[in-house]
Nanobody, 115 residues
Framework: QVQLVESGGGLVQPGGSLRLSCAAS????????MGWYRQAPGKQRELVARLDSRGNTNYAGSVKGRFAISRDNAKNTVYLQMNDLKPEDAAVYYC?????????WGQGTQVTVSS
């Protein structure tokens, strides 16, 4: 059974940093394109960072230069380093494959940015 478990969220002040983790079982990250998505209240889920099977990365304009996606194949884990967080980054963050989310969504991890 394929399962994704996100962790690492929390409350942070504007300008702060967080590192999110996504651990997987039943799916091999190294051969899949993986992405981090987020969904804020009242908004659609959006893809903010992606990492293809060859290690190429791409970011949404709103997070470019502040977020970094990476992968540890040995741990079958994908990370999202988030720096200089802004109130508009507050959302529930999820990982999944892209361009299509073919795995059942995990519970996500909540990121709150507030002073």
């Amino acid at each position: 059974q394929v399962q994704l478990v996100e962790s690492g969220g929390g409350l942070v002040q504007p300008g702060g940093s967080l590192r999110l983790s996504c651990a997987a079982s039943g799916i091999i990250f190294s051969v899949n394109h993986m992405g981090w998505y987020r969904q804020a209240p009242g908004k659609q889920r959006e893809l903010v960072a992606r990492l293809d099977s060859r290690g190429n990365t791409n970011y949404a304009g709103s997070v470019k230069g502040r977020f970094a996606i990476s992968r540890d194949n040995a741990k079958n884990t994908v990370y999202l380093q988030m720096n200089d967080l802004k109130p508009e980054d507050a959302a529930v963050y999820y990982c999944n494959t892209y361009p299509f989310a073919i795995v059942s969504w995990g519970q996500g991890t909540q990121v709150t940015v507030s002073s």
